[in-house]
């Protein structure tokens, strides 16, 4: 929905190292989000962004930066991946006609 | 605690019979959307309602929102076994920032 992909899908990485997920939108939208999701719970912010170089933090922004350079681009990087940061990672866009908001497919990392 | 919070965590009927789930949040709102998540997919956008809605309907989806409470349910008619999933709550306020409850996991018995 909303034209939003997210890469990699999947990915395995070490502790320590650096990792970066992409979140890739068609339709322009203003605000864009990365969520994490833990099982059983819902999903906690991260940070999110209302335009080109302009973004905030959300509720477990620690470990975690972000950038957006393109309106349609939203990268979330993890400087030194730790395995608490083991999750599922979702991108999100809140439509700018009716506020809906609208999810990607979601990347599973696994910090082992 | 989080922000936002639904209840019951868990619930469990037959099929034809109705689901409600309530959801709380704790700060002023634009507005609060409801969502569908299937074991281990994507989040799925159900609807959502206005700060100043009282009351919509979709479909088999009725949401309300009590803005005096800071609470909001939404209530499935006529469940079907294809509705077992988890389903979430986010208030979103007017700086864009979203929060989401933990969600309730609904089984619906054929």
């Known amino acids: 929905d909303a034209g939003i992909t997210q890469s990699p899908r999947h990915k395995v990485t070490e502790t320590g190292t650096p990792v970066t997920l992409r979140c890739h939108q068609t339709?322009?939208?203003?605000?864009m989000y990365w969520y994490r999701q833990d099982p059983g719970h819902g999903l906690r912010l991260i940070h999110y962004?209302?335009?080109?170089?302009?973004?905030d933090k959300g509720e477990v922004s620690d470990g975690y930066s972000v950038s957006r350079s393109k309106t349609e681009d939203f990268l979330l990087t993890l400087e030194s991946a730790t395995s608490s940061q083991t999750s599922v990672y979702f991108c999100?866009?809140?439509?700018?006609?009716?506020?809906?908001?609208?999810f990607g497919p979601g990347t599973r990392l696994t910090v082992t | 605690s989080q922000q936002g919070e639904e209840d019951p965590q868990a619930l469990s009927i037959q099929e034809g019979e109705n689901a409600t789930m309530n959801c709380s949040y704790k700060?002023?709102?634009?507005?609060l959307q409801w969502y569908r998540q299937n074991s281990g997919r994507g989040l799925v956008h159900l609807i959502l309602?206005?700060?100043?809605?009282r009351e919509k309907h979709s479909g088999r989806l009725r949401v309300t929102l009590d803005t005096s409470k800071k609470s909001s349910s939404l209530l499935i008619t006529a469940s079907r076994a294809a509705d077992t999933a988890s389903y979430f709550c986010?208030?979103?306020?007017?700086?864009?920032?979203?929060?989401f409850g933990d969600g309730t996991t609904l089984t619906v018995k054929p």
């Open positions: 999100a866009i809140v439509r700018d006609t009716d506020y809906e908001q609208y």
């Open positions: 339709e322009n939208h203003r605000y």
């Open positions: 962004s209302y335009g080109v170089k302009d973004t």
């Open positions: 700060t002023s709102i634009n507005n």
């Open positions: 309602i206005r700060s100043n809605e």
């Open positions: 986010a208030s979103h306020t007017n700086a864009g920032k979203s929060t």
